[in-house]
Structures are given as structure tokens and as C-alpha cells.
């Protein structure tokens, strides 16, 4: 008798491309895995309304959705127009009370509006921007997983970001989250898994963790 598939599909954060998730395998026989990709939202277009849309790529039902970062918020978004079987927050924020103060500065000075992100062709600004680090010698690397560099978006993302409103964690997701994230280092506590030594990329370089206990966290 043949298992019938469950469906998993994973959303990057900020900037990046799905490749992120290359390294991401799970048993072939219980599970099919979608890459979702960003796209290019409208100037004015709410988070709401962008988080619907993208629902229209998922194509199968009561599906596992996977969100890393601002992709993180994103899901949970999108969880309140369609019924997923298991929603994973990974690398990202329970509610805007876990945005660091710089974050929540940018909102209320609206500085945000004039963020350089024209500038983001120099990789090392975006690495910044996406990930919380420099790009030191992963250049290569890089260049690779962050590709979305088209200004609408990023000013768009970093607004949607900034100006979160969730005030209560989603009740059904499963957060999980490095120890060592700087991008986000206010959200370790509280119904959540926590990576020691984990980082904001942790995706890309703690996969090993990831591909074994993903299948137990969606079966459990």
C-alpha cells in the first residue's frame, strides 16, 4: 500500500533565492518538498494581501509550510487563509515585541523609507542586510543564496518587517531559533526550540539538525 505524500514547502528570508534550502532532505517516501520564491510585491501592496497571494502557490492540501526570517513572518501570514498541517517559524519573530530596538526605531522615526537599498548590488551590504554578517570570504556563497535584489522589494520587505503588527505568537507554529542569531536575538525564549550555537543562517549550515528532526516534529 503506497503512503501518501505529505507536502513541505519552504520560503527563504529576506533577499534569498530557495537554494537555501538545497541541503534540506527529507525521507522521499513520506515527503515531497516545494520551493517558494519570492515575489516582486506592488509599491502599496499590504503584507496581508501579499501573503493571499502567495498562497495561490500552494497546490496541495494540509501541507507542512516552512518560513526562515521575514519568510518566517510570512507564513504565518499566510496560515490565516489556508489550513496547513504543521506551520515552522525558523530564524524569525514570534510577535513585533521580539524585533530588536534598532528595528523598532526604524519605525518610529520611519528612517526605514530612506534605507540605501539602492546600494545592494555591493554584496556585503546585502549579506548584511539579510543575514547579520559580513561576507568575509563566503563571497561565492553569498552571491549564490541572495539573489532578490530588485529595490521595490527590499524597501518593500524591510517596511513589512519593520511594521509587523502580530502581537500574540501564532498558536499552532513550532519556532525554532539560534542562539547566536543577531538579527533576531530576542526570540529564544518562550515556546521555542532552541539551537545552541545556532545562527541566523543556520538553515544553510545546521541542515544535519533540520533533515532529522523535521519528519519527528511534523509526525509528532
Not at 526605531?105 to 537599498?117: E, R
Not at 521595490?152 to 513589512?160: A, F
Request: some cysteine.
Amino acid at each position: 500500500m503506497k503512503t501518501e505524500l505529505t507536502h513541505v514547502y519552504l520560503m527563504p528570508g529576506m533577499a534569498a533565492n530557495p537554494s537555501i534550502f538545497e541541503y534540506i532532505k527529507l525521507p522521499e517516501a513520506q515527503y515531497e518538498i516545494h520551493w517558494l520564491e519570492w515575489q516582486i510585491p506592488d509599491k502599496r501592496e499590504s503584507l496581508e494581501a501579499y501573503a493571499k497571494r502567495m498562497c495561490q502557490f500552494i497546490v496541495h492540501d494540509n501541507v507542512v509550510l516552512l518560513g526562515v526570517s521575514f519568510g518566517g513572518i510570512l507564513v504565518q501570514e499566510m496560515t490565516k487563509y489556508i489550513k496547513v498541517k504543521k506551520l515552522f517559524v525558523v530564524s524569525s519573530v514570534k510577535s513585533h515585541y521580539e524585533l530588536p530596538k534598532r528595528f523598532k526605531l526604524l519605525k518610529v522615526t520611519k528612517a526605514y523609507k530612506i534605507l540605501p537599498t539602492q546600494l545592494v548590488s555591493n554584496i556585503d551590504l546585502l549579506a548584511k542586510y539579510a543575514f547579520g554578517e559580513t561576507v568575509k570570504k563566503r563571497v561565492d556563497l553569498y552571491k549564490k543564496y541572495l539573489s532578490v535584489k530588485d529595490k521595490t522589494y527590499l524597501d518593500w520587505s524591510i517596511k513589512q518587517v519593520v511594521c509587523w503588527g502580530q502581537e500574540e505568537p501564532h498558536p499552532d507554529a513550532i519556532y525554532i531559533h539560534g542562539d547566536k542569531d543577531v538579527i533576531f536575538p530576542y526570540s529564544c525564549k518562550d515556546n521555542c526550540i532552541v539551537l545552541r550555537g545556532g545562527t541566523h543562517i543556520m538553515i544553510i549550515n545546521k541542515y544535519k539538525w533540520f533533515n532529522e528532526n523535521l519528519p519527528k516534529l511534523i509526525e509528532a
